[in-house]
C-alpha cells in the first residue's frame, strides 16, 4: 500500500536529481551541466528521446505522435529528471508529456481563452486592464507546459505566429499616460541574453509614466542555469522590477532551483508564484499546503492559484472549481496569511482575473455584516449605515450557508 504520508514528507525536502537520466557514459561535466546554453541545446525534443529513458503508456506515445502540430514538445535536461520512468500519473509527467487527450476537444474549449487578441492594440502589445499592459516579447519558452495558455501563438507550431512589433509597441506605450506597469512575458524573456534583455528593459525604462516592470517566467525553474550572478546584477539595475514565477507542484523545488531563486532575491527582485490548479498535479490540499510552504523557504510569495484555463485539449488536465474553493478553504486560518494565494479564474473571453473564494459573507446590509471564521464561527461586526453602499444579498444564515 502507498503510504500518502512518506510521499509528502520527501516532496517537502529540497533536493537536487543531477545527473540524473544524464549519468550514462561517464556522465556530464558540471561546466557543461550548469551552462544554461548547454541544457537548451540538449532538451529533449522527439520520441526516440522519451523512449529512451520512459516507459510510456499508448495515451503519451499517440499524445507525442497526434499533437506536435499543436505545441511543441520540449524539457530541459534539468527538468526532465524530475520525471519517474515508469509512473505515466506523475504530477510532473503529466505537466510536460503529451497525451492523446490533448487533440480531443471539449465544448467549453477556446483557442484564446483569455480573450488576449481582441485586446491587442498593436501586434503583441495586450491592453486588458486600465493601468497596465501585457508585452509579448517572444514565443520560446525554455519547456513547454502541455496547459499552455497561449499554446496557439508559442513553440512556433501553433495556430499562430507571434509577430510583435517592438517599436510599434513602444509608441504606444508612450503615447498612453495611463499605463504604469508592463509585464514582459510570451514566451519567457529570460530566454533573451543579458544584451537583448537589457535593451528592451532600458527602452521602456525612458518612458516617464511606466513606475513598475515586471517580468512572467518559468525559466527559474526549468532551467536554473539561466539565473546567473551577472543577469541578477543587470536586472537590479531596473527597479522596481517584480518576478512572477510559476511552480505548480512542491518537488519542482530542487536545491538549484532554491539557490536560483535565492539569487534573485537577493537582488532585490520581489518574487510571487502563479500556479495553475491541475488534476492529478496539485489538486489537494496537502500537495498545495507543501508547495506554499516550500516557496515560502525560497522566499517566494504565493500569489495566485488560476483555475486553468479552457484551452484547446486541456479538458483532461481541468478541475472543478469546487476543489479550488476547498484548497483555499484548508489554508485560510490553517496557515500563515502569506502562504495563502488569491484563487482566480481568468474570466473566459476576456474579463480579466475574477477572486474566488469561499463563503465568508454570511449576510450584509446597511446595520450589520454576519462572517464566518476558518473553523465555521460566526461574528457580527456594525455598518457605517451609508445607505449607498452595495450590500451582499440579504438572506438568513443557517447552518446550510457555512460552507456556501
Given at each position: 500500500?502507498?503510504?500518502?504520508?512518506?510521499?509528502?514528507?520527501?516532496?517537502?525536502a529540497?533536493?537536487?536529481?543531477?545527473?540524473g537520466?544524464?549519468?550514462?557514459?561517464?556522465?556530464?561535466?558540471?561546466?557543461?551541466?550548469?551552462?544554461?546554453?548547454?541544457?537548451?541545446?540538449?532538451?529533449?525534443?522527439?520520441?526516440?528521446?522519451?523512449?529512451?529513458?520512459?516507459?510510456?503508456?499508448?495515451?503519451?506515445?499517440a499524445?507525442v505522435?497526434?499533437?506536435?502540430?499543436?505545441?511543441?514538445?520540449?524539457?530541459?535536461?534539468?527538468?526532465?529528471?524530475?520525471?519517474?520512468?515508469?509512473?505515466?500519473?506523475?504530477?510532473?509527467?503529466?505537466?510536460?508529456?503529451?497525451?492523446?487527450?490533448?487533440?480531443?476537444?471539449?465544448?467549453?474549449?477556446?483557442?484564446?481563452?483569455?480573450?488576449?487578441?481582441s485586446?491587442?492594440?498593436?501586434?503583441?502589445?495586450?491592453?486588458?486592464?486600465?493601468?497596465?499592459?501585457?508585452?509579448?516579447?517572444?514565443?520560446?519558452?525554455?519547456?513547454?507546459?502541455?496547459?499552455?495558455?497561449?499554446?496557439?501563438?508559442?513553440?512556433?507550431?501553433?495556430?499562430?505566429?507571434?509577430?510583435?512589433?517592438?517599436?510599434?509597441?513602444?509608441?504606444?506605450?508612450?503615447?498612453?499616460?495611463?499605463?504604469?506597469?508592463?509585464?514582459?512575458?510570451?514566451?519567457?524573456?529570460?530566454?533573451?541574453?543579458?544584451?537583448?534583455?537589457?535593451?528592451?528593459?532600458?527602452?521602456?525604462?525612458t518612458?516617464?509614466?511606466?513606475?513598475?516592470?515586471?517580468?512572467?517566467?518559468r525559466?527559474?525553474?526549468?532551467?536554473?542555469?539561466?539565473?546567473?550572478?551577472?543577469?541578477?546584477?543587470?536586472?537590479?539595475?531596473?527597479?522596481?522590477?517584480?518576478?512572477?514565477?510559476?511552480?505548480?507542484?512542491?518537488?519542482?523545488?530542487?536545491?538549484?532551483?532554491?539557490?536560483?531563486?535565492?539569487?534573485?532575491?537577493?537582488?532585490?527582485?520581489?518574487?510571487?508564484?502563479?500556479?495553475?490548479?491541475?488534476?492529478?498535479?496539485?489538486?489537494?490540499?496537502?500537495?498545495?499546503?507543501?508547495?506554499?510552504?516550500?516557496?515560502?523557504?525560497?522566499?517566494?510569495?504565493?500569489?495566485?492559484?488560476?483555475?486553468?484555463?479552457l484551452?484547446?485539449?486541456?479538458?483532461?488536465?481541468?478541475?472543478?472549481?469546487a476543489?479550488?474553493?476547498e484548497?483555499?478553504?484548508?489554508?485560510?486560518?490553517?496557515?500563515?496569511?502569506?502562504?495563502?494565494?488569491?484563487?482566480?479564474?481568468?474570466?473566459?473571453?476576456?474579463?480579466?482575473?475574477?477572486?474566488?473564494?469561499?463563503?465568508?459573507?454570511?449576510?450584509?446590509?446597511?446595520?450589520?455584516i454576519?462572517?464566518?471564521?476558518?473553523?465555521?464561527?460566526?461574528?457580527?461586526?456594525?455598518?457605517?449605515?451609508?445607505?449607498?453602499?452595495?450590500?451582499?444579498?440579504?438572506?438568513?444564515?443557517?447552518?446550510?450557508?457555512?460552507?456556501?
Open positions: 500500500m502507498v503510504n500518502l504520508t512518506d510521499g509528502i514528507e520527501q516532496e517537502k529540497f533536493r537536487s536529481h543531477v545527473p537520466y544524464w549519468a550514462g557514459n561517464g556522465g556530464i561535466a558540471p561546466e557543461l551541466w550548469n551552462d544554461w546554453k548547454w541544457q537548451l541545446k540538449n532538451r529533449v525534443t522527439k520520441l526516440a528521446q522519451l523512449e529512451e529513458h520512459l516507459s510510456l503508456n499508448e495515451e503519451e506515445r499524445g505522435l497526434l499533437s506536435g502540430d499543436k505545441l511543441a514538445l520540449a524539457i530541459t535536461p534539468h527538468f526532465f529528471n524530475l520525471i519517474p520512468r515508469e509512473n505515466p500519473d506523475d504530477p510532473i509527467r503529466r505537466q510536460m508529456i503529451p497525451r492523446i487527450e490533448e487533440t480531443r476537444g471539449s465544448p467549453y474549449d477556446m483557442a484564446d481563452p483569455c480573450g488576449e487578441d485586446h491587442m492594440p498593436v501586434p503583441g502589445l495586450v491592453h486588458r486592464y486600465p493601468d497596465r499592459v501585457l508585452f509579448l516579447v517572444t514565443d520560446r519558452c525554455a519547456a513547454y507546459c502541455r496547459y499552455c495558455t497561449r499554446s496557439r501563438v508559442v513553440s512556433g507550431v501553433g495556430e499562430h505566429e507571434l509577430h510583435t512589433d517592438f517599436e510599434e509597441a513602444f509608441r504606444y506605450l508612450e503615447q498612453h499616460t495611463e499605463v504604469r506597469d508592463v509585464l514582459l512575458s510570451g514566451g519567457d524573456a529570460l530566454l533573451f541574453s543579458d544584451g537583448k534583455l537589457e535593451n528592451l528593459l532600458s527602452r521602456l525604462r518612458i516617464p509614466h511606466i513606475e513598475f516592470l515586471r517580468i512572467g517566467t525559466v527559474p525553474i526549468f532551467l536554473p542555469q539561466r539565473i546567473t550572478p551577472e543577469l541578477c546584477a543587470m536586472l537590479a539595475k531596473y527597479h522596481p522590477l517584480w518576478m512572477s514565477v510559476h511552480v505548480n507542484h512542491p518537488r519542482e523545488l530542487t536545491i538549484e532551483v532554491k539557490e536560483a531563486l535565492e539569487r534573485l532575491a537577493n537582488a532585490g527582485i520581489p518574487l510571487g508564484n502563479q500556479s495553475v490548479l491541475l488534476a492529478g498535479v496539485n489538486d489537494d490540499l496537502e500537495t498545495m499546503k507543501t508547495l506554499v510552504h516550500k516557496l515560502l523557504m525560497c522566499r517566494v510569495r504565493p500569489y495566485y492559484i488560476y483555475q486553468c484555463d484551452i484547446n485539449g486541456s479538458s483532461h488536465l481541468r478541475t472543478s472549481v476543489k479550488g474553493i484548497i483555499i478553504e484548508g489554508l485560510r486560518g490553517h496557515t500563515t496569511g502569506y502562504a495563502v494565494p488569491q484563487y482566480v479564474i481568468d474570466a473566459p473571453g476576456g474579463g480579466g482575473k475574477v477572486p474566488i473564494n469561499p463563503g465568508y459573507i454570511l449576510y450584509h446590509d446597511n446595520e450589520k454576519v462572517i464566518r471564521n476558518y473553523e465555521g464561527k460566526i461574528f457580527e461586526y456594525p455598518e457605517t449605515g451609508n445607505e449607498n453602499v452595495q450590500f451582499a444579498p440579504q438572506r438568513e444564515y443557517h447552518d446550510e450557508y457555512l460552507y456556501s
